[in-house]
Antibody
Framework: VQLEESGGGLVQPGGSLRLSCAAS????????MAWVRQAPGKGLEWVAN????????YYVDSVQGRFTISRDNAKNSLYLQMNSLRAEDTAVYYC????????????????WGQGTLVTVSS | SYELTQPPSVSVSPGQTASITCSGD??????TCWFQQKPGQSPLLVIY???KRPSGIPERFSGSNSGNTATLTISGTQAMDEADYFC?????????FGTGTKVTVL
Protein backbone atom coordinates (compact mmCIF):
# COMPACT_ATOMS: atom_id res chain seq x y z
CA VAL A 1 0.00 0.00 0.00
CA GLN A 2 1.41 3.34 -1.01
CA LEU A 3 0.10 6.90 -0.90
CA GLU A 4 2.00 9.75 -2.52
CA GLU A 5 0.93 13.37 -2.10
CA SER A 6 1.86 16.21 -4.42
CA GLY A 7 0.87 19.76 -5.19
CA GLY A 8 2.10 21.58 -2.12
CA GLY A 9 4.02 24.82 -2.26
CA LEU A 10 4.07 28.49 -1.39
CA VAL A 11 0.88 30.45 -1.99
CA GLN A 12 -0.24 33.94 -1.04
CA PRO A 13 -3.12 34.52 1.37
CA GLY A 14 -6.39 34.31 -0.50
CA GLY A 15 -4.87 32.06 -3.13
CA SER A 16 -5.73 28.52 -4.20
CA LEU A 17 -3.92 25.23 -4.40
CA ARG A 18 -4.90 21.70 -5.40
CA LEU A 19 -3.34 18.74 -3.66
CA SER A 20 -3.27 15.27 -5.17
CA CYS A 21 -2.72 11.86 -3.65
CA ALA A 22 -1.82 8.90 -5.85
CA ALA A 23 -2.77 5.55 -4.35
CA SER A 24 -1.36 2.15 -5.23
CA UNK A 25 -1.19 -1.36 -3.84
CA UNK A 26 -4.83 -1.64 -2.82
CA UNK A 27 -8.32 -1.43 -4.29
CA UNK A 28 -8.72 2.34 -4.03
CA UNK A 29 -12.41 2.39 -4.91
CA UNK A 30 -13.26 0.14 -1.94
CA UNK A 31 -12.07 2.59 0.72
CA UNK A 32 -12.93 5.88 2.28
CA MET A 33 -10.04 8.35 2.09
CA ALA A 34 -9.03 11.35 4.19
CA TRP A 35 -6.78 14.40 4.47
CA VAL A 36 -5.10 15.23 7.78
CA ARG A 37 -2.79 18.19 8.34
CA GLN A 38 -0.07 19.15 10.78
CA ALA A 39 1.06 22.73 11.28
CA PRO A 40 4.81 23.13 11.87
CA GLY A 41 5.70 21.85 15.33
CA LYS A 42 2.04 21.21 16.16
CA GLY A 43 -0.34 18.30 16.48
CA LEU A 44 -2.55 16.51 13.98
CA GLU A 45 -5.80 17.95 12.66
CA TRP A 46 -8.30 16.03 10.54
CA VAL A 47 -9.33 18.10 7.50
CA ALA A 48 -11.80 16.08 5.43
CA ASN A 49 -12.85 12.62 4.38
CA UNK A 50 -14.80 11.08 1.53
CA UNK A 51 -16.61 7.81 1.00
CA UNK A 52 -15.98 5.27 -1.74
CA UNK A 53 -18.01 6.91 -4.50
CA UNK A 54 -17.68 10.52 -3.40
CA UNK A 55 -21.29 10.88 -2.32
CA UNK A 56 -20.49 11.43 1.37
CA UNK A 57 -18.00 14.08 2.46
CA TYR A 58 -17.17 15.68 5.80
CA TYR A 59 -15.01 18.66 6.72
CA VAL A 60 -13.57 20.27 9.82
CA ASP A 61 -15.41 23.51 10.52
CA SER A 62 -12.38 25.70 9.83
CA VAL A 63 -12.19 24.67 6.15
CA GLN A 64 -15.91 24.19 5.41
CA GLY A 65 -16.82 26.21 2.33
CA ARG A 66 -13.17 26.82 1.36
CA PHE A 67 -11.82 23.30 0.78
CA THR A 68 -13.30 20.54 -1.39
CA ILE A 69 -12.32 16.91 -1.19
CA SER A 70 -12.84 14.73 -4.26
CA ARG A 71 -11.62 11.52 -5.85
CA ASP A 72 -11.20 9.85 -9.22
CA ASN A 73 -11.45 6.08 -8.78
CA ALA A 74 -10.44 5.48 -12.39
CA LYS A 75 -7.14 7.23 -11.65
CA ASN A 76 -6.74 5.91 -8.09
CA SER A 77 -6.41 9.49 -6.95
CA LEU A 78 -7.62 11.70 -4.13
CA TYR A 79 -7.70 15.48 -4.29
CA LEU A 80 -8.04 18.49 -2.03
CA GLN A 81 -8.97 21.79 -3.66
CA MET A 82 -8.04 24.60 -1.29
CA ASN A 83 -9.40 28.09 -1.90
CA SER A 84 -9.23 31.34 0.07
CA LEU A 85 -6.13 30.11 1.82
CA ARG A 86 -5.10 31.65 5.12
CA ALA A 87 -1.85 31.74 7.04
CA GLU A 88 -3.32 29.28 9.52
CA ASP A 89 -3.70 26.70 6.73
CA THR A 90 0.09 26.40 6.61
CA ALA A 91 0.85 22.75 7.34
CA VAL A 92 2.01 19.42 6.04
CA TYR A 93 -1.01 17.77 4.46
CA TYR A 94 -1.21 13.99 4.70
CA CYS A 95 -3.37 11.70 2.63
CA UNK A 96 -4.58 8.62 4.50
CA UNK A 97 -6.61 5.56 3.74
CA UNK A 98 -9.65 5.66 5.99
CA UNK A 99 -10.76 2.22 7.10
CA UNK A 100 -14.43 2.27 8.05
CA UNK A 101 -16.16 -0.79 9.47
CA UNK A 102 -19.89 -0.10 9.70
CA UNK A 103 -19.83 3.40 11.17
CA UNK A 104 -17.45 6.33 11.11
CA UNK A 105 -17.35 6.00 14.89
CA UNK A 106 -15.52 2.71 14.34
CA UNK A 107 -12.86 3.69 11.83
CA UNK A 108 -9.19 4.56 11.61
CA UNK A 109 -6.53 6.03 9.30
CA UNK A 110 -4.00 3.58 7.92
CA UNK A 111 -1.61 4.04 6.23
CA TRP A 112 -0.55 7.65 5.70
CA GLY A 113 1.41 9.21 2.88
CA GLN A 114 4.64 11.13 3.42
CA GLY A 115 2.87 14.48 3.25
CA THR A 116 3.16 17.64 1.19
CA LEU A 117 3.93 21.05 2.67
CA VAL A 118 1.60 23.97 2.05
CA THR A 119 2.89 27.40 3.05
CA VAL A 120 0.53 30.37 2.97
CA SER A 121 2.51 33.58 3.17
CA SER A 122 2.95 36.88 1.37
CA SER B 1 -16.43 20.91 20.88
CA TYR B 2 -15.00 17.59 21.93
CA GLU B 3 -11.41 17.54 23.17
CA LEU B 4 -8.84 14.86 23.90
CA THR B 5 -6.12 15.75 26.39
CA GLN B 6 -2.73 14.06 26.69
CA PRO B 7 0.26 14.81 28.92
CA PRO B 8 2.86 16.81 26.95
CA SER B 9 5.67 14.46 27.82
CA VAL B 10 6.47 11.08 29.34
CA SER B 11 9.94 9.84 30.22
CA VAL B 12 10.84 6.18 30.58
CA SER B 13 13.99 4.16 31.08
CA PRO B 14 14.87 1.46 28.55
CA GLY B 15 13.13 -1.80 29.40
CA GLN B 16 10.55 -0.13 31.61
CA THR B 17 6.86 0.50 30.97
CA ALA B 18 5.54 3.75 29.54
CA SER B 19 1.89 4.68 29.95
CA ILE B 20 0.35 7.47 27.91
CA THR B 21 -3.11 8.67 28.81
CA CYS B 22 -5.77 10.30 26.67
CA SER B 23 -8.67 11.94 28.45
CA GLY B 24 -12.03 12.95 27.08
CA ASP B 25 -15.65 13.11 28.20
CA UNK B 26 -17.06 9.57 28.24
CA UNK B 27 -14.19 8.47 26.01
CA UNK B 28 -14.78 4.88 27.06
CA UNK B 29 -17.99 4.94 25.01
CA UNK B 30 -16.00 5.64 21.87
CA UNK B 31 -13.37 3.69 19.97
CA THR B 32 -9.86 5.11 20.34
CA CYS B 33 -6.80 4.59 18.20
CA TRP B 34 -3.19 5.62 18.66
CA PHE B 35 -0.53 6.88 16.25
CA GLN B 36 3.23 7.01 16.60
CA GLN B 37 5.13 9.76 14.82
CA LYS B 38 8.91 9.92 14.69
CA PRO B 39 10.71 13.12 13.64
CA GLY B 40 10.39 13.79 9.93
CA GLN B 41 8.06 10.84 9.39
CA SER B 42 4.35 10.46 8.83
CA PRO B 43 2.13 9.02 11.57
CA LEU B 44 1.94 5.26 12.01
CA LEU B 45 -1.11 3.46 13.41
CA VAL B 46 -0.11 1.38 16.44
CA ILE B 47 -3.49 0.67 18.08
CA TYR B 48 -7.06 0.70 16.72
CA UNK B 49 -10.44 -0.18 18.25
CA UNK B 50 -9.00 0.62 21.69
CA UNK B 51 -6.71 -2.39 21.95
CA LYS B 52 -6.01 -4.05 18.60
CA ARG B 53 -2.56 -4.01 17.02
CA PRO B 54 -2.14 -3.73 13.24
CA SER B 55 0.05 -6.28 11.55
CA GLY B 56 3.71 -5.55 12.16
CA ILE B 57 3.26 -3.61 15.38
CA PRO B 58 5.23 -5.21 18.24
CA GLU B 59 3.36 -6.91 21.08
CA ARG B 60 4.87 -4.46 23.56
CA PHE B 61 2.28 -1.93 22.40
CA SER B 62 -1.12 -2.36 24.05
CA GLY B 63 -4.18 -0.22 24.62
CA SER B 64 -7.18 0.07 26.89
CA ASN B 65 -10.14 2.41 27.19
CA SER B 66 -12.60 2.88 30.03
CA GLY B 67 -14.50 5.70 31.66
CA ASN B 68 -12.97 8.98 30.56
CA THR B 69 -9.48 7.69 29.80
CA ALA B 70 -7.78 5.67 27.09
CA THR B 71 -4.26 4.42 27.75
CA LEU B 72 -1.44 3.35 25.47
CA THR B 73 1.07 1.15 27.23
CA ILE B 74 4.53 0.37 25.93
CA SER B 75 6.04 -2.57 27.82
CA GLY B 76 9.77 -3.11 27.74
CA THR B 77 10.28 0.26 26.05
CA GLN B 78 13.08 0.43 23.52
CA ALA B 79 15.07 3.40 22.27
CA MET B 80 13.27 3.09 18.92
CA ASP B 81 9.98 3.85 20.66
CA GLU B 82 11.04 7.44 21.30
CA ALA B 83 8.48 9.46 19.36
CA ASP B 84 5.35 11.58 19.57
CA TYR B 85 2.13 9.69 20.21
CA PHE B 86 -1.37 10.90 19.37
CA CYS B 87 -4.71 9.40 20.37
CA UNK B 88 -7.74 9.82 18.13
CA UNK B 89 -11.48 9.26 18.44
CA UNK B 90 -14.65 10.29 16.63
CA UNK B 91 -17.20 12.83 17.75
CA UNK B 92 -20.08 12.09 15.41
CA UNK B 93 -18.60 12.68 11.92
CA UNK B 94 -15.58 14.63 13.16
CA UNK B 95 -12.21 13.01 13.84
CA UNK B 96 -10.59 14.41 16.97
CA PHE B 97 -6.89 14.03 17.70
CA GLY B 98 -5.33 14.29 21.12
CA THR B 99 -2.85 17.00 21.97
CA GLY B 100 0.08 14.62 21.64
CA THR B 101 2.67 13.18 24.02
CA LYS B 102 6.40 13.16 23.49
CA VAL B 103 7.90 9.93 24.81
CA THR B 104 11.55 10.20 25.77
CA VAL B 105 13.57 7.06 26.45
CA LEU B 106 16.31 8.05 28.86
Amino acid sequence: VQLEESGGGLVQPGGSLRLSCAASGFSFSYYWMAWVRQAPGKGLEWVANIDQDGSEKYYVDSVQGRFTISRDNAKNSLYLQMNSLRAEDTAVYYCARHIVTTLLLDSWFDPWGQGTLVTVSS
Amino acid sequence: SYELTQPPSVSVSPGQTASITCSGDELGDKYTCWFQQKPGQSPLLVIYQDSKRPSGIPERFSGSNSGNTATLTISGTQAMDEADYFCQAWDSTTAIFGTGTKVTVL
